[in-house]
């Protein structure tokens, strides 16, 4: 079954506790990106990865960083969470960008004490 | 920028009734136009899409009709269902010079269709 996977789906941590939320996709699509989903501001895109080793910076990359060494794969690493960052988080893949359908991940909700 | 403007709602309508969930956007070219929905507790998922000016997008008895002229994309079903209920996104991606290779959304519309 074509799916994007995400985990962890919940998750509890404190500030400044290092974590990384994987996404994976088995379409072997090129493009991936990750969203933040917040009340009021609708999904705004924090990094995306056109292929291998290629990511740039979406909207709001601020305390965020990625890493595409795999084309299946494509974590979201928060160094040092704080509690602006707790939100719902999708990972999205799609075959290119433009006129293509993107799938998303379940989504990641993200809670920061 | 790219930006998309969608009705805030929520919407609430009896089942049966029509929808039009409104849908316009500024792009510096030739966008492609896309209706997400997200059932609770889910992702989203592509109900629809348009990629050229006048071109209709359906799906589950949703259609939209990519308009140019005014810049609109607007959502419409003739006959809702209490199963419809859910978050609908307006988006768009845009590859011309100078844009992000990303998809523009709105703010998303909550619908609660009733009994």
């Known amino acids: 079954e074509a799916q994007v996977t995400q985990n962890p789906r919940y998750l509890i941590t404190v500030t400044g506790k290092k974590l990384t939320v994987t996404c994976s996709q088995n379409m072997n699509h090129e493009y991936m990106s990750w969203y933040r989903q917040d009340p009021g501001l609708g999904l705004r895109q924090i990094y995306y990865?056109?292929?291998?080793?290629?990511?740039d910076k979406g909207d709001v990359p601020e305390g965020y960083k990625v890493s595409r060494k795999e084309k299946r794969n494509f974590p979201l690493i928060l160094e040092s969470p704080s509690p602006n960052q707790t939100s719902l988080y999708f990972c999205?893949?799609?075959?290119?960008?433009?006129?293509?359908?993107?799938?998303f991940g379940p989504g990641t909700r993200l809670l920061v004490l | 920028g790219n930006s998309v403007t969608q009705m805030e709602g929520p919407v609430t309508l009896s089942e049966e009734a029509f929808l039009t969930i409104n849908c316009t956007y500024t792009?510096?070219?030739?966008?492609?136009l896309f209706w997400y929905v997200q059932y609770p507790g889910e992702g989203l998922q592509l109900l629809l899409k348009a990629t050229k000016a006048d071109d209709k997008g359906s799906n589950k008895g949703f259609e939209a009709t990519y308009r140019k002229e005014t810049t609109s994309f607007h959502l419409e079903k003739g006959s809702v269902q209490v199963s419809d209920s859910a978050v609908y996104f307006c988006a768009l991606s845009d590859l011309s010079r100078g844009s992000n290779y990303k998809l523009t959304f709105g703010k998303g519309t909550l619908l609660t269709v009733n009994p």
């Open positions: 990865s056109m292929n291998v080793e290629v990511t």
């Open positions: 792009a510096t070219g030739y966008p492609s």
């Open positions: 999205a893949s799609s075959l290119s960008l433009h006129a293509e359908t993107q799938y």
